[in-house]
């Protein structure tokens, strides 16, 4: 139904900036709340922000406030993520994800894409 893929990970020295790009394909919902969440090895993974269809509700994990920006082009199906000042604790595999129920935040995603390797070095 809704198939999601991530871009634009890569390597990054510390206080750099990145831009992460997830491409919907399929039948997308106009209530979908579209996240990111990342996966460090041998750590679970973590929500890091989410954005309504409105965007009229963003969340962010409190590490990346104010360093990372979510925003989302409806038009196109695509959701973005923004990094600045990069630092080495970014280091993860970023993934993003849909919320069929429009809540975002930390509720449950339906569907996931397949990751994209960002690595910040020190």
């Known amino acids: 139904q809704v198939q999601l893929v991530e871009s634009g990970g890569g390597l990054v020295q510390a206080g750099g900036s990145l831009r992460l790009s997830c491409a919907a394909s399929?039948?997308?919902?106009?209530?979908?709340?579209l996240g990111w969440f990342r996966q460090a090895p041998g750590k679970e993974r973590e929500f890091v922000a989410s954005?309504?269809?409105?965007?009229?509700?963003?969340t962010y994990l409190n590490s990346v406030k104010g360093r990372f920006t979510i925003s989302r082009d409806n038009a196109k199906n695509m959701l973005y993520l923004q990094m600045n000042s990069l630092k080495p604790e970014d280091t993860a595999v970023y993934y993003c994800?849909?919320?069929?129920?429009?809540?975002?935040?930390?509720?449950?995603?339906?569907?996931w894409g397949q990751g994209t390797q960002v690595t910040v070095s020190s």
């Open positions: 399929g039948r997308t919902l106009s209530t979908y709340a």
């Open positions: 994800a849909a919320d069929s129920r429009g809540f975002g935040g930390l509720g449950e995603y339906d569907y």
């Open positions: 954005i309504t269809w409105s965007r009229s509700s963003i």
